[in-house]
């Protein structure tokens, strides 16, 4: 069994900063292409940040600048560094990510179960 942990929510003032953490845990040999979602009440869950096995990355407009996914694939896990943080920015996060679980086995793919941002003063 494959699980995603999301760590590092809270409440933080408008300008403030959050580092979110996605770890992979259970039966895990190494993890794959992760994403970071958002869902913000009354709205669909959208595509914050992806990051390649290779590390190369790529945001949505609206966080440009301001969010840094990044992975360190010895623990299996990648974190969302967000500086800057705005009202609208409130919403769950949501870890999306591949596993390995075997080496050469078939990557599958995983939800964590969500952290809540609230970036209010």
């Known amino acids: 069994q494959v699980y995603l942990v999301e760590s590092g929510g809270g409440l933080v003032q408008p300008g403030g900063s959050l580092r979110l953490s996605c770890a992979a845990t259970?039966?895990?040999?190494?993890?794959?292409?992760m994403r970071w979602y958002r869902q913000a009440p009354g709205k669909e869950r959208e595509l914050v940040a992806t990051?390649?096995?290779?590390?190369?990355?790529t945001y949505t407009d609206s966080v440009k600048g301001r969010f840094t996914i990044s992975r360190d694939n010895a623990k299996n896990t990648v974190y969302l560094q967000m500086s800057n943080l705005k009202a609208e920015d409130t919403a769950v996060y949501y870890c999306?990510?591949?596993?390995?679980?075997?080496?050469?086995?078939?990557?599958?793919?995983?939800w964590g179960q969500g952290t809540q941002v609230t970036v209010s003063s």
């Open positions: 990051i390649s096995t290779e590390s190369s990355t």
């Open positions: 999306n990510g591949g596993v390995r679980a075997v080496k050469g086995g078939n990557v599958w793919y995983y």
């Open positions: 259970g039966s895990v040999f190494s993890i794959d292409i």
